[in-house]
């Protein structure tokens, strides 16, 4: 269910980006897909583990959060799906002109 947002917004833009670039022209229409696309960032800051109520926060004890966060199984899984999604995701057919 996660992974099949890109492409439900592969199917989307293929018809939106022609409709943009005839309005908008090119400037205009990377502009508005780069708007989009910056909504990723708030979705992006949900991924973060949400403290406990009631526990105090302990300092890891096995290294930076990056190299924690290599052993943290869903975040393994999410980022193994999503490496599979742009392996077999071709940008220039849908986005292309």
């Known amino acids: 269910l996660v992974v099949s947002g890109a492409s439900v917004s592969g199917l989307a833009l293929g018809p939106l980006v022609p409709l943009l670039l005839d309005t908008y022209g090119w400037r205009g229409a990377l502009l508005l897909l780069a708007a989009v696309s910056f909504n990723l960032v708030a979705a992006g800051a949900l991924l973060r583990p ?7 926060p302990v300092p890891p004890r096995d290294g930076p959060g990056s190299i924690r966060l290599l052993r943290h199984g869903p975040f393994l899984r999410y980022a193994l799906a999503f490496v599979l999604v742009d392996v077999g995701y071709y940008v220039p057919f849908v986005h292309g002109e």
């Open 50 to 56: 949400l403290p406990v109520p009631g526990e105090s």
